[in-house]
């Protein structure tokens, strides 16, 4: 059965920086491409940044590039999202999702976590 779980969501200032993290089980983790996700109040859930199971690919949403860096080990079946430079609009709650195709998008993920709020206000 698979399950991710992330962890480290929080509140963070603007001009702050998070780190968030989901744990992977019940499946061979370096099989697959692994993404995160977020969905603000009253919008869709969007692809944020996706990585391929080697992590020689990353993509990431024009809205986060130079913001944010995903990164994943697959020795400890985790993936991890470094934000910088955090703004109020990157409040969302944060999903991983896994398997995800290149271009990231939310409804090619099969598996979900249970999100992760992160919440950026002064």
């Known amino acids: 059965q698979v399950q991710l779980v992330e962890s480290g969501g929080g509140l963070a200032h603007p001009g702050g920086s998070l780190n968030v993290s989901c744990a992977a089980s019940g499946y061979n983790f370096h099989y697959w491409a692994i993404g995160w996700f977020r969905q603000a109040p009253g919008k869709e859930r969007e692809g944020v940044s996706c990585i391929s199971s080697d992590s020689r690919t990353t993509n990431y949403a024009d809205s986060v590039k130079g913001r944010f860096t995903i990164s994943r080990d697959n020795a400890k079946n985790t993936v991890y999202l470094q934000m910088n430079s955090l703004k109020p609009e990157d409040t969302a709650i944060y999903y991983c999702?896994?398997?995800?195709?290149?271009?990231?998008?939310?409804?090619?993920?099969?598996?979900w976590g249970q999100g992760t709020q992160v919440t950026v206000s002064s």
């Open positions: 999702a896994v398997p995800v195709d290149p271009r990231c998008r939310p409804e090619s993920g099969s598996y």
